[in-house]
């Protein structure tokens, strides 16, 4: 979806891999995913996380605005690589990396970045690194918060493993409340009430509209679909 100089946070293992699978885990929208290498097999967990806490009805009412990511080797011994190249204000601003107590963070434009977690963070040029050796059992995670404001103090930082169980125990606190649908296609429903909960914003309980905009028609694709388009043209039409 992005070209190369759109930034990205990549966390993969340092030589050739395969996916060997994907999901969300049950009950939320916790992505999962496993590479497999010729010498092991690497899970990666990627969460939104929610405010320490939050449960049922409160989660997404306050967000720390921090992602979190949890490698884990469960089988063989992995080499796992981590690249985070920022880019903000949708790309116009490619800010300088500074070292901070337990990670580096951004400088340059209106907010900053904090990249925390497991184990040092060189920098690189424009990105912050790592490279270490997981075997089986092993686990490294990592936390980007975003903060506003130019010159914004850390925030306090969080852990990611903890911070990961949690976020999954508050998705699925959520999820058990709203399972009185028994019918046809009761997973499919179910399943649907969390990407509708995952799109609202709880402050006013406004829906994001239009989540696949710019999506590609076919995977590898060069037509790429933008429904805003398709709004000013039916706007054009209503208003002749």
């Known amino acids: 979806l992005l070209d190369p100089d759109a930034g990205h946070w990549s966390l993969r293992p340092a030589g050739s891999f395969e996916r060997a699978g994907w999901r969300y885990l049950p009950g939320t929208l916790v992505a999962e995913t496993e590479l497999r290498t010729e010498t092991g097999l690497l899970r990666i967990t ?60 951004t400088l340059g434009g209106a907010e900053r970045l904090f990249l925390r977690g497991d184990g040092p963070l060189a920098i690189e040029g424009g990105e912050a690194v790592a490279a270490r050796t997981l075997r089986e059992g092993d686990r490294a995670g990592w936390v980007l918060h975003r903060v506003p404001g130019a010159f914004a103090e850390p925030p306090p930082a969080l852990d990611p493993h903890a911070t990961l169980a949690d976020t999954i125990a508050a998705w699925r606190s959520w999820a058990e409340q709203h399972r009185g649908y028994r019918g046809w296609h009761e997973a499919a429903v179910h399943r649907a009430s969390l990407v509708v909960q995952g799109l609202t914003y709880q402050p006013t309980g406004g829906i994001v509209a239009a989540a696949t905009t710019s999506l590609p028609e076919e995977e590898g694709g060069t037509s790429n679909w933008d429904y805003r388009f398709v709004w000013l043209r039916d706007a054009a039409f209503t208003l002749a």
């Open 46 to 105: 990627d969460a939104l996380a929610f405010a320490p806490g939050a449960r049922g009805h409160q989660i997404g009412r306050e967000s720390p605005h921090a992602l979190v990511r949890v490698a884990e080797a469960v089988g063989g011994t992995i080499e796992l690589e981590l690249r985070c190249r920022p880019r903000l204000e949708y790309g116009l601003a490619v800010p300088g990396l500074v070292a901070v107590p337990g990670g580096v963070a």
